[in-house]
């Protein structure tokens, strides 16, 4: 091998390890839901509950909780006599 391709060889590994790593598309996505459900407001009982289900698989802390909370809001709001802990 050259001496010139040695050095290629070199900055192309020392260029690979100064790139800084990006989060996969499935944490994305999972942060994502975890903001709309933290902010949304008035999305139906079942998204609630569905995304519920997905953060608590992403390993999202007290996601069913925190969906649940959001699935009672969402039934209040169509039936006023709904109580809500």
């Known amino acids: ?4 391709a040695i050095l290629l060889a070199a900055l192309v590994l020392l260029a690979g390890c100064a790139v800084l790593p990006q989060p996969s598309q ?8 975890d903001t709309a ?5 008035q ?3 079942a998204w609630y509950q569905q995304a519920g289900r997905v953060l608590a698989w992403c390993g999202s802390p007290h996601a069913l909780e925190r969906a649940e909370r959001g699935a009672c809001a969402a039934r209040r709001f169509n ?7």
């Not at 459900?37 to 407001?41: A, K, R, T, Y």
């Open 79 to 85: 039936d006023t006599s709904v109580v809500c802990p």
């Open 1 to 4: 091998m050259t001496r010139a």
């Open 43 to 45: 999305f139906a009982e």
């Open 26 to 33: 499935g944490r994305a996505a999972c942060d994502l839901l």
């Open 37 to 41: 459900l933290d902010e949304g407001q």
